[in-house]
Structure formats: structure tokens, C-alpha cells
């Protein structure tokens, strides 16, 4: 067996599969991007959705990568088993369409045992295979796997409703019977039981049915192969590591942290093993996705990030250490790392900065959680049943960051339980309610095979407006390939268009079709992309098409124009806001529209007016130098190497563009742009706002929308010069003020005015004195225009002392207003305003609180106010 490193093997894994024809992947982000029914990318193969279903067909269609994985279905068991992470590597290969399993068995078999590769010993290999997957067997006897090693599962069928399934087989690696958690004899104790002695370490699914919605499984027109090995899981073999969590992924980490407590070391004692685990694990997590473009939260991925944070946090007092500390482990996770995934080290400022800032913020919110902790500790030792509610706890879960674990240690130290089915019942509720916010949509879409078969190749011609001798090559109508297309809509194949089909953000052009006499034939009003990469041109037909004829195609110019300005100047933001903001800044998305720009950017807060202004002058200031916007066609890593950021973590084909604008901005693009900044004109932002959590967006136009905005916010100014009276436009601002002063007077005037009428009403209410019990009360509905009159009129009562008690309520706007004032003889007889106020308010629909020597409420129903007064009267007589 060979020893390796955590960089080795990866390598090793990808170099076999490259051996093999297949194309490496680069890891893809963590963030999902267009696919809304995953939070976070989970395995391999999510990332391979659009070719597995047949949008889109890959240019080498064996594919292999590394993918970086969050998972946080199981957090609570992190730490406390040896495999469970939410942060693990899925090593996967993959073919779509091309090789099965007489393939893909061979070669799963070939790099665990041979002698160049991992070189395992081949009697403690198992596998298990679907009962009815009998070819499967058959490969794998005679791949070299013992006949008496292969297990028949029923459980064997990857299937997750809709779309594509089949079955799967599971290789399992014998760490041999010291390492079992089962007794031999248990029933459990076999490859695919639940037993430690058995590690599962790939899973090969030979996805070759297509569930329909009616419940009948069909053959896929392509069988696609897919695997999934736990990097982690065979590291722990490789490196002889009793879990995971003792190889060199998480031992510096561990390490690290044994550092700043005070003397604990890792496997000293359960209880400390488990926190070093927890902690070495979501470090782990929470790194890669801010690197990514996550961002702490109460919603969404954020929710995420900030429970594991304060998971960690709490695991970390645990052991001893004080205040925030797991972003000083940032820079041990990067240096782990760096060999493959080399952002956290280029981001390690940025991303310690953001736990810190969460670590500081969740200890300002611990000291309430252990109060609150404590008040549901006294709260129920006075129960009959001695027990914190599963609701209680699952809000010191979900609010504080509490574990369920640590809830119930502090209730069992004082001899109290805690209610755990109502607490999985509370959890249970909140992943409905989040599986729900996403939607029921389908994980991967079935196989369109017309689509898929479209292999005509088809040029886009960039930078042309009109192709005269346009072929068209392939007509769909109602998905099926016919010779010629006269009914009202079709989806049109030609050998070469000057349509750009709609990708990267920027909408697809429109325009119009003609045939060789001149005439119009049909409008474009939609082009996407088919899965081998033609240019589907959406149509209203005007006149019949025929397949093989040329075709005149002209796009709308304007439109067009109008997508150039945007689209270069959406280049200019993204630099101007990475130049004024930092360079972590992430694109999370974009819309490049004829008439404006939408652009989606991670921050942390608000921009603020001053940051706005910045960008906005600095985007102008490069349109005004009027450099050249340079595309170059050139290969991936050339690209790379002359600086192009590459969005969204995207999948590039042999040939790239990159759109150069000076030294300013240089990205992977294909879309449309200006020959020089200087034809965008100008350009204006119109908003910035917020969109979700750690995620802004700003909208702004150009050219000649970015004028007309302008001249309306002109209008509007003229307008407002004339509204104050202002001699010139540069006086607003001083006439602003003057009226404000003047306004400000004028409001002085009328409170003091007010002051002296509530002055001259207090002679006569304060006249009124009852005696309730041993008290003196006044209690009247006063005229008065609201709570600001009660309280002068309670003040005004105060510095009078005419009684002990005073009651006043008044009518304004069909709202209703209460206040209660106390002195110190109502006082020391136990009576506390606040109470009597919660006694009144109901009575004319309202709710209030105060002091005990004062309180108030506001409620909708006034006409209850004569009997909330006789309410408040009686409960001071009984005292």
C-alpha cells in the first residue's frame, strides 16, 4: 500500500483518470449557480447536472475532479463519528454517454490495487452490487474482485424520484475487526451493514433509467457513469489514521487549537477530542465558503455559516480558550490547502476578518444565551415534570448557537431533563420550512435526445450585424426535426448566425430573417444555446421555412448597441468595485439588458454614499480615457496567465475570449462588447440594494438611458428650485435650511402655545380628587391630542402632588391612550403602574409597559377607555 499525502493522492487520483482520456475539472464553487434546489454543492456529480441531463454536451465527454463538498444534514454528529465532516473532497470520474461499466469497474479496480497506483491489498476489498445488476457481478469477478466478496444489496439503486437512476455499486476497504464497534457475530458486521470495520470508499451508479413521472423506469438514450470516493475516508487508509480526523487534513489543525488552550491535548479524554474534531472541521467549512463568497447571516447558507462558527466558538470554551480564536486557524486551513485550492491563502485576510467579526458578534450575544439558559434552569426545576421544553431549547439552538448537547449537561448538572422529541420536532419544522423556500423542483431534468442529437456545426459570427448566406441546417418543431417549418413558432439551426444566443448574463439578440426574394419570413424573439453548443434561434414564422436554404440574417442594431454598452460597462463596475471595496469582492450574478445593467456582488454591509460615489466616478473616469476594449482568442491557461478572472468558477472549452480593457479589467468572456470604452457615454447608477443575505446588487444605466435618467433628475431639481423659491440651483440647499429653521420656530411656537393650554386643563382636572381605598386618585379622559399631552399633563401632576395616584386616558384620531403615575405612598402599598397598565390595555385593544411608578399604553378602541378607568380604580381599592 502506498503512503501517501493528502496532495499526492488527489493528484494521483486525476493524473490515473486523465490517463484514462478523461478531462480534468477544476473544483467548482461551493455556491450552486442556476441551480436552486441545492444550498450547497454537495458531491461531485452536482456540479455535472447540465451534462448528465443533456443541456449541455461536454467537449470531452470523460470528465474527472476534486470537488469540494459542504454537507450539514449531520452536524450534529460531527466530531463524534470518525467520518462524519460537513467540509469533505468528492473524488469523482465520470462519463456522459460514453464508456459503462465493463469500463469504469476495471478502472476503479486497477487504481486501488495496482502496484503503480494505490497498490491495496486486494483481500480486504469488497463490494456490493443491486440483486438484479448481474452484469455488474460479472465485471467485477472478472476485473479480479473474489466471488466471495461481492454482497447483493437490495439498497443497491441510486434513485431519487424523477429523472435519471440505476444501479450502483459500493467498494468497501476491511480495516479489520480491532477497528469494529460490533461484535463479530453482530448482523451488522458485513460490507454495507452499519459496523466501523467495513469503510465504504467509492460508489460507482450506472445511471442508465430515466424514472417518469407515472412511476415507469426507461432506458436513457445516453448511459452516463457516475462516482463518487471520499477523499478523507481513504486518506485515513493511506495514512494508517484510526478516523479521519488523524490525517494530515485536520492534524495541524488540531494542533494548532491544542495551542491555544490551556494545556488540552487531542485524545486525552472524549469530551475534548470531540470539540478539537468540531472545531478542525467547520475551520474547515467555514473558510472555503466565505472563499467562495459566502457570507455570515440569518438566512440561507449565512444561517449556515454562523451556526457552524458558533459551534466552533462554544466547542473552543469547551476547552478553555477565551474570545474569538478561530480565525487565527485561517492561515493553518490555507497552508493545508494551497497545493490544489490556493484561494484561501490569496483571501486569508478577508476570510479571518469576516469569522472574527462573527466571533465577536456571537460573544456579545453568549452572556444573554447563558442568562437566558439559566432562566429556563430555574424555570424548570419549579415544573412537576423537571424538564426544559424542546421548544426552549431548540431557541437556544437557533438563536444563540447552543448545541442540543450542551442545553442538556447544564439540565442534567441541576437533575432536570430536557423534552428531545419536541426539540426534532422544532428542528424538523425549521428543514421543511427551508426545503420548502426552495422550491419542489427537480434535482436533474430527463434527456432531450432531439436536442442532444443536433451535431451540425454552427458559427457564431462575432461582431457581425447581418450574414447574408446564412444556412439553415435543422428546424424543431414541437421538439421533433422536420424539413420545413410553417406553423407559428420553430427553433431554427443555421451554419452561421450573427445571433448571440443568450449566456454569461447578457440576453440573447432579437432581429429578423429574410429570404432570398426580400421578404420577411420570421422574427427572432429568443436564442439560447443547444447542448452541443449551436445557436437555438426561437421564431415567429411568417413564411414558410425550408431546411438547406439560405437565409438573410439581420439583428436588431440598436438592441444590440445597447447590450455592448451595458455589458463592457458591467466589466468597468466589477473592477471599479473589487479597486474601491477589495479584491474579495464576488460576483454572485449579472443581467446585461439593452436598457440597463443588474450586477450581484458579496459585501458584508451596505455600500456606503461616499463608496458609491467612488465607483461611479472611477467607471466614468475610464470610459472618458477612451481606451480600447481588446478580445483575444487564446487557450484557458493563457487566458489565466494574462490575468482574467474567471466568474462563477466557469467551465472553459479548448479556446477562450478574454476581454482586455487596459490594465483596468481583463475577464473570460463571450459576449458582446464596445470597440472603446468612450461609446458607452456615461454611465449612472440608479440603485444599490440589498438582495439576500451577504449579497448586494446594483442596477445603473448607460449611454443614452444614463442621459435620460439624468435629464429627469434635472426636471426634478428645476421643479424643486421653484417649489423654495430659489434664485439659482446651487441656492436650494441654503433655501432648504432657512425653511427647515423656519419650520423648526414655528414647531417651537406651537409646543410652547400647547404647554400653556395643557397647563390651564391641569386646574381644572387636578381638581377632581377621588379617594380610592387609602389613596387619593385622579383619573380622567382627558381633551388632549395624545400620548405627548398625557405625559406633559403627568409632569405637570408630578410637580403639583395633588394626589397619589393619577389615571389619565384621551381620544385622538380613533386611537386610544392610557398613562399611570404612581408616587412613593402608591408604591410602598405594592402597587406598580406597569401592572395596572397591563390590567387596562386590553380593555380598549391595546398593550403597553413602563416602571412601576409609570406607565403607559396606546390601544384601538376608544370607547373602552371609561371602563378601563373603572378597571384601574378597583384593582387600586383593593390595596
Known amino acids: 500500500m502506498k503512503k501517501l499525502n493528502s496532495s499526492e493522492f488527489r493528484q494521483m487520483f486525476l493524473d490515473f483518470f486523465k490517463d484514462h482520456g478523461h478531462m480534468i475539472m477544476p473544483s467548482a464553487s461551493l455556491i450552486p449557480q442556476d441551480d436552486p434546489t441545492l444550498l450547497w454543492i454537495n458531491s461531485g456529480v452536482a456540479t455535472m447536472k447540465k451534462y448528465f441531463d443533456g443541456s449541455v454536451v461536454p467537449k470531452n465527454h470523460r470528465i474527472t475532479s476534486s470537488q469540494k463538498s459542504i454537507r450539514t444534514n449531520d452536524i450534529e454528529n460531527v466530531g463524534k463519528t470518525a467520518r462524519h465532516q460537513t467540509f469533505f473532497e468528492m473524488l469523482g470520474n465520470f462519463?456522459?454517454?460514453?464508456?459503462?461499466?465493463?469500463?469504469?469497474?476495471?478502472?476503479?479496480?486497477?487504481?486501488?490495487?495496482?502496484?503503480?497506483?494505490?497498490?491495496?491489498?486486494?483481500?480486504?476489498?469488497?463490494?456490493?452490487?443491486?440483486?438484479?445488476?448481474?452484469?455488474?457481478?460479472?465485471?467485477?469477478?472478472?476485473?479480479?474482485?473474489?466471488?466471495?466478496?461481492?454482497?447483493?444489496?437490495e439498497d443497491n439503486f441510486w434513485d431519487i424520484g424523477e429523472g435519471p437512476c440505476g444501479p450502483d455499486t459500493e467498494i468497501f476497504y476491511d480495516r479489520g475487526q480491532e477497528n469494529n464497534d460490533v461484535a463479530e457475530d453482530d448482523p451488522e458486521n458485513f460490507p454495507g451493514g452499519e459496523n466501523a470495520r467495513y469503510l465504504e470508499i467509492w460508489n460507482i451508479v450506472f445511471s442508465q433509467y430515466n424514472h417518469l413521472p407515472?412511476?415507469?423506469?426507461?432506458?436513457?438514450?445516453?448511459?452516463?457513469?457516475?462516482?463518487?470516493?471520499?477523499?478523507?475516508?481513504?486518506?485515513?487508509?493511506?495514512?494508517?489514521?484510526?478516523?479521519?480526523?488523524?490525517?494530515?487534513?485536520?492534524?495541524?489543525?488540531?494542533?494548532?487549537?491544542?495551542?491555544?488552550?490551556?494545556?488540552?491535548?487531542?485524545?486525552?479524554?472524549?469530551?475534548?477530542?470531540?470539540?478539537?474534531?468540531?472545531?478542525?472541521?467547520?475551520?474547515?467549512?467555514?473558510?472555503?465558503?466565505?472563499?467562495?463568497?459566502?457570507?455570515?447571516?440569518?438566512?440561507?447558507?449565512?444561517?449556515?455559516?454562523?451556526?457552524?462558527?458558533?459551534?466552533?466558538?462554544?466547542?473552543?470554551?469547551?476547552?478553555?480558550?477565551?474570545?474569538?480564536?478561530?480565525?487565527?486557524?485561517?492561515?493553518?486551513?490555507?497552508?493545508?490547502?494551497?497545493?490544489?485550492?490556493?484561494?484561501?491563502?490569496?483571501?486569508?485576510?478577508?476570510?479571518?476578518?469576516?469569522?472574527?467579526?462573527?466571533?465577536?458578534?456571537?460573544?456579545?450575544?453568549?452572556?444573554?444565551?447563558?442568562?437566558?439558559?439559566?432562566?429556563?434552569?430555574?424555570?424548570?426545576?419549579?415544573?412537576?415534570?423537571?424538564?426544559?421544553?424542546?421548544?426552549?431549547?431548540?431557541?437556544?439552538?437557533?438563536?444563540?448557537?447552543?448545541?442540543?448537547?450542551?442545553?442538556?449537561?447544564?439540565?442534567?448538572?441541576?437533575?432536570?431533563?430536557?423534552?428531545?422529541?419536541?426539540?426534532?420536532?422544532?428542528?424538523?419544522?425549521?428543514?421543511?420550512?427551508?426545503?420548502?423556500?426552495?422550491?419542489?423542483?427537480?434535482?436533474?431534468?430527463?434527456?432531450?435526445?432531439?436536442?442532444?442529437?443536433?451535431?451540425?456545426?454552427?458559427?457564431?459570427?462575432?461582431?457581425?450585424?447581418?450574414?447574408?448566406?446564412?444556412?439553415?441546417?435543422?428546424?424543431?418543431?414541437?421538439?421533433?426535426?422536420?424539413?420545413?417549418?410553417?406553423?407559428?413558432?420553430?427553433?431554427?439551426?443555421?451554419?452561421?448566425?450573427?445571433?448571440?444566443?443568450?449566456?454569461?448574463?447578457?440576453?440573447?439578440?432579437?432581429?429578423?430573417?429574410?429570404?432570398?426574394?426580400?421578404?420577411?419570413?420570421?422574427?427572432?424573439?429568443?436564442?439560447?444555446?443547444?447542448?452541443?453548443?449551436?445557436?437555438?434561434?426561437?421564431?415567429?414564422?411568417?413564411?414558410?421555412?425550408?431546411?438547406?436554404?439560405?437565409?438573410?440574417?439581420?439583428?436588431?442594431?440598436?438592441?444590440?448597441?445597447?447590450?455592448?454598452?451595458?455589458?463592457?460597462?458591467?466589466?468597468?463596475?466589477?473592477?471599479?468595485?473589487?479597486?474601491?471595496?477589495?479584491?474579495?469582492?464576488?460576483?454572485?450574478?449579472?443581467?446585461?439588458?439593452?436598457?440597463?445593467l443588474r450586477f450581484d456582488f458579496t459585501a458584508m454591509d451596505p455600500m456606503t454614499p461616499r463608496e458609491l460615489k467612488s465607483v461611479e466616478e472611477l467607471v466614468n473616469q475610464k470610459i472618458w480615457e477612451a481606451i480600447q476594449v481588446k478580445t483575444t482568442i487564446t487557450d484557458p491557461e493563457t487566458g489565466r496567465k494574462m490575468g482574467a478572472l474567471a466568474l462563477f468558477n466557469g467551465k472553459y472549452g479548448d479556446k477562450v475570449r478574454v476581454v482586455q480593457i487596459s490594465d483596468f479589467s481583463t475577464e473570460f468572456c463571450g459576449g458582446t462588447h464596445c470597440d472603446n470604452t468612450s461609446q458607452i457615454g456615461i454611465f449612472k447608477i440608479t440603485s444599490e440594494s440589498a438582495i439576500g443575505a451577504g449579497m448586494r446588487r446594483i442596477e445603473a444605466v448607460t449611454s443614452k438611458k444614463a442621459y435620460e435618467y439624468l435629464a429627469n433628475r434635472s426636471n426634478m431639481l428645476d421643479d424643486i428650485q421653484e417649489k423654495v423659491k430659489a434664485t439659482k440651483p446651487e441656492n436650494i440647499m441654503d433655501k432648504i435650511a432657512s425653511l427647515e429653521t423656519d419650520l423648526h420656530d414655528s414647531q417651537k411656537q406651537v409646543e410652547e402655545l400647547?404647554?400653556?393650554i395643557n397647563q390651564a386643563k391641569s386646574k381644572d382636572l387636578f381638581n377632581d380628587i377621588k379617594q380610592a381605598g387609602d389613596l387619593t386618585v385622579i383619573a380622567e379622559i382627558a381633551d388632549v391630542d395624545g400620548m405627548k399631552d398625557l405625559r406633559e399633563l403627568a409632569d405637570n401632576w408630578k410637580s403639583q402632588n395633588k394626589s397619589d395616584v393619577l389615571v389619565l386616558a384621551a381620544e385622538s384620531n380613533?386611537?386610544?391612550?392610557?398613562?399611570?403615575?404612581?408616587?412613593?405612598?402608591?408604591?410602598?402599598?405594592?402597587?406598580?403602574?406597569?401592572?395596572?397598565?397591563?390590567?387596562?390595555?386590553?380593555?380598549?385593544?391595546?398593550?403597553?409597559?413602563?416602571?412601576?411608578?409609570?406607565?403607559?399604553?396606546?390601544?384601538?378602541?376608544?370607547?373602552?377607555?371609561?371602563?378601563?378607568?373603572?378597571?384601574?380604580?378597583?384593582?387600586?381599592?383593593?390595596?
Open 95 to 153: 462519463s456522459v454517454g460514453d464508456y459503462f461499466r465493463d469500463q469504469a469497474i476495471p478502472w476503479a479496480w486497477e487504481f486501488l490495487t495496482s502496484p503503480e497506483w494505490l497498490d491495496l491489498d486486494k483481500e480486504k476489498l469488497y463490494c456490493t452490487v443491486y440483486p438484479k445488476d448481474k452484469d455488474s457481478k460479472e465485471v467485477w469477478i472478472k476485473a479480479g474482485m473474489p466471488k466471495d466478496h461481492i454482497v447483493e444489496l
Open 214 to 596: 407515472n412511476g415507469q423506469y426507461v432506458d436513457q438514450p445516453h448511459k452516463n457513469i457516475d462516482t463518487g470516493m471520499g477523499l478523507e475516508r481513504v486518506l485515513s487508509i493511506l495514512q494508517d489514521a484510526p478516523t479521519n480526523f488523524e490525517t494530515d487534513l485536520f492534524l495541524p489543525i488540531i494542533h494548532a487549537t491544542e495551542e491555544m488552550t490551556d494545556g488540552k491535548k487531542y485524545g486525552e479524554n472524549k469530551e475534548d477530542t470531540t470539540a478539537f474534531k468540531i472545531i478542525a472541521d467547520h475551520v474547515r467549512a467555514v473558510s472555503f465558503a466565505i472563499a467562495d463568497g459566502a457570507l455570515p447571516s440569518n438566512s440561507g447558507r449565512g444561517y449556515v455559516l454562523r451556526r457552524l462558527i458558533r459551534r466552533a466558538d462554544l466547542n473552543g470554551q469547551r476547552l478553555g480558550i477565551k474570545g474569538a480564536f478561530l480565525y487565527k486557524l485561517v492561515p493553518v486551513v490555507g497552508k493545508i490547502m494551497q497545493s490544489h485550492y490556493p484561494e484561501i491563502v490569496d483571501q486569508q485576510g478577508f476570510i479571518a476578518n469576516v469569522i472574527q467579526n462573527e466571533e465577536e458578534r456571537f460573544g456579545a450575544t453568549l452572556d444573554s444565551g447563558l442568562t437566558l439558559l439559566d432562566d429556563l434552569i430555574e424555570k424548570a426545576k419549579k415544573s412537576e415534570d423537571k424538564t426544559i421544553s424542546g421548544k426552549d431549547a431548540f431557541k437556544l439552538f437557533d438563536t444563540y448557537g447552543f448545541p442540543y448537547e450542551l442545553t442538556f449537561e447544564s439540565a442534567q448538572d441541576e437533575g432536570l431533563t430536557v423534552d428531545k422529541d419536541g426539540f426534532d420536532a422544532e428542528m424538523q419544522a425549521q428543514k421543511d420550512r427551508a426545503r420548502k423556500a426552495r422550491g419542489d423542483l427537480q434535482s436533474m431534468g430527463k434527456q432531450d435526445e432531439t436536442l442532444m442529437n443536433l451535431k451540425d456545426k454552427s458559427e457564431f459570427e462575432y461582431g457581425v450585424y447581418e450574414e447574408p448566406h446564412a444556412k439553415l441546417i435543422d428546424i424543431i418543431v414541437d421538439d421533433k426535426l422536420v424539413d420545413k417549418a410553417e406553423s407559428e413558432q420553430a427553433t431554427l439551426v443555421f451554419d452561421k448566425t450573427p445571433f448571440y444566443a443568450e449566456r454569461g448574463g447578457q440576453v440573447a439578440d432579437h432581429g429578423d430573417i429574410y429570404n432570398k426574394d426580400g421578404e420577411l419570413v420570421a422574427k427572432v424573439t429568443d436564442v439560447q444555446h443547444a447542448p452541443n453548443d449551436q445557436n437555438l434561434h426561437f421564431v415567429d414564422v411568417i413564411l414558410p421555412l425550408e431546411k438547406g436554404e439560405e437565409y438573410t440574417l439581420k439583428i436588431d442594431r440598436e438592441r444590440r448597441e445597447g447590450l455592448r454598452h451595458s455589458h463592457t460597462a458591467t466589466h468597468l463596475l466589477h473592477s471599479a468595485l473589487r479597486q474601491i471595496l477589495g479584491e474579495h469582492t464576488h460576483q454572485a450574478g449579472s443581467l446585461v439588458e439593452p436598457d440597463y
Open 754 to 756: 400647547n404647554k400653556t
Open 814 to 879: 380613533g386611537k386610544a391612550n392610557m398613562i399611570i403615575s404612581l408616587n412613593d405612598k402608591a408604591l410602598d402599598k405594592g402597587l406598580k403602574a406597569g401592572n395596572l397598565i397591563k390590567t387596562a390595555a386590553p380593555i380598549f385593544g391595546g398593550g403597553g409597559g413602563g416602571r412601576p411608578n409609570m406607565a403607559q399604553a396606546g390601544g384601538k378602541k376608544p370607547e373602552g377607555l371609561k371602563d378601563a378607568i373603572e378597571v384601574v380604580l378597583d384593582e387600586i381599592s383593593k390595596n
